[in-house]
């Protein structure tokens, strides 16, 4: 069970799901915090949700308001790149260059994409954790207490 | 922990940088849970705040409960860069600014508001081990200042003549005719030019007891906040003593008062004055007139917006009744903040003051006149603060019955203000882009006519600045003039340092790279001065200065009170 953990691991970072911050939360997990990277995982996505729906909103109002919809992806971005949500990053940058050019097309579209690599990358953490509470706890560290 | 391990003994205990209190101050919830966890495996004692306003009040409630903060830059109570001024100003932290925009113009807007680092999300933790670096140095340098004027405040209290120092080095008539140059072992003094950078050129003068002492009984006579380092060097009369060596100690000066009113309570004191005395139109404008000339040699860091005061000044002659007056007494504070990150507050209440003087007209201008005059010679209170207070307070009249702040007169500020503000801005942009590079003073002088020398003019700035920091007790007031204005006040604090740059280049620039916000938690003390009693307003205050865009004021506002500057600031 631990070697498909590794696996899938391995393969969210090699297929750009995740980057080197998400390391980073993996490493900052300890005894003190044995579940600290699902906590920010779980974290992000009720945080960040929040902001895709006022995007959501906003993109229902016409015409655009590109600097507040400019000032939401901002902020998604930081919460994104919090725990290395690679893909979900990108699209935001994206969205923010359509904002800056005022291009409403392109943010629709960018935006739908942005929402669906959002919501594979849920799936995939979501499984991944699953799995890690079925292998024992932190994976990372089998230090005894 | 590495520091430890690698033999990093602090000077002042084992333990450091272990538990090291950070803030950290992020609206984003899994970032702060985030550094909250990084920090916490530095062995760094962590507090963490998802909105800038409650920060604040930390750091309020607990002046020296911290000894860092590191906050996002966009939050949505408050701008970083806000809450990064209102640090520096009020607590002189070192601040940390993080954003996931890694931008130039933003990274150095940080910078120029006083950041002592800038982070780019996401961070890493190796990133966040060495934040103590800032804190350590930052207490060097303080101590270093401290340290010279507390020699010389021990030096002072003691004094029994002779025995504190040699006689040889004391000030007397020897003093005068040797040559500038000094080298004190036995007092602390020799620090002095490691707070004093720019000034090492010069040769170092030894500020014993008695020099001191006539030093602080010319800033007395003169009047705190019309205070220059020109006038304090004429009253002395200390033929080997340059304007440069005053203006230096004026600065220190400034920060050992604040620290000290940190530590005192002087509200009494302001709260005593009264401002009774109605002065006559001309009287009261002359007194903020007056003061503001003075000022700019003394302030180096935020007096920059002084020039606005100026302005003011001249309308209070006016008695218009402008909405701008809150603006123009604002947009001064702001230049500071690229100077030095502290000013900037200190600075817009002053500039609110004064404006709110000459909103109210004559009658107006006397009070504000008065309220910023009294509040700073609160400050020393171990200079006869009473008296000057006293002198201060004449001019003032009690109409408006703000004894903190004085009732704008917007209009009149805000010609001013209006006038310049479109000019300004641009000026003010630039200037806070070349903050160091004095641009355009020129062109700032041409905003402000009613300068009438160069010295006079940067006098102005900086004094009524921070004057009208301290008095301006109604926090509204603050705010709407900050809010509002806060185009206007960086114009102005633009025009004000181009113009303080332009005349007085080799001190301002001294003063400016001196500044490291202790004038502006001097000019910050005032403010809190006249609120002593009152803590709660100045907490407010700065709040909303930054969070109201120029139109909440409203409801901060006491309508009675501030009708004036409703009309002037937000029309």
Redesign the interface.
Known sequence: MRRQLQTMRKSLFDQGYLD??FV??E??Q?DA?PN?VE??VT??YR??GRIILNIEQALERKPFDFNKLD?YM??F???S????AKKVKAESTLFREYCRSRNGEGCMRTFQQLKKEYATLRRKLEAYFQLARQAGPVETACRPK | MVLLESGFSSPRNDAFPAGLRVLVVDDDPTWLKILEKMLKKCSYEVTTCGLARDALNLLRERKDGYDIVISDVNMPDMDGFKLLEHVGLEMDLPVIMMSVDGETSRVMKGVQHGACDYLLKPIRMKELRNIWQHVFRRKIHEVRDIESLEGIESIQMTRSGCDLFDDGHFLGGDDTTSGRKRKDADNKHEDRDLSDPSSTKKARVIWTVDLHQKFVKAVNQIGFDKVGPKKILDLMNIPWLTRENVASHLQKYRLYLSRLQKESDIKNSFIGMKHSDPPNNSTASFGLHKPMNTMPDDVPNGTYSFPVNNSLAQSVDHKGQGDRNGIASVPMAEPKGALSKDIPESHKTKSSQMSFDHSLGSAASGVSFASFSSTTPARYSWTEVPEIQSIEYEPMQPENGFNQLPLPEPSMIEKEVNRSRTEVKPLFDEYRSNLVEHSSPADLVDLFPVQSKNQTLKNQVFDPISATKSSIKTKDISQNCLADSEFAQRNLNAAGIGVTLASLPEDLQIFWLQGDGYPMNIALQNFDFPEYNDPALIDETPFYLYDTPRLDHEHLFDPTEYYAIDQGLFA
């Not at chain 1, 790149?81 to 290395?84: A, D, N, R, T, V």
């Open positions: 080197e911050q980073q939360l490493e900052l300890d915090n600290f906590e920010v974290l992000y945080d960040s000032a901002h902020q971005k930081g919460s790149s919090s725990i290395g």
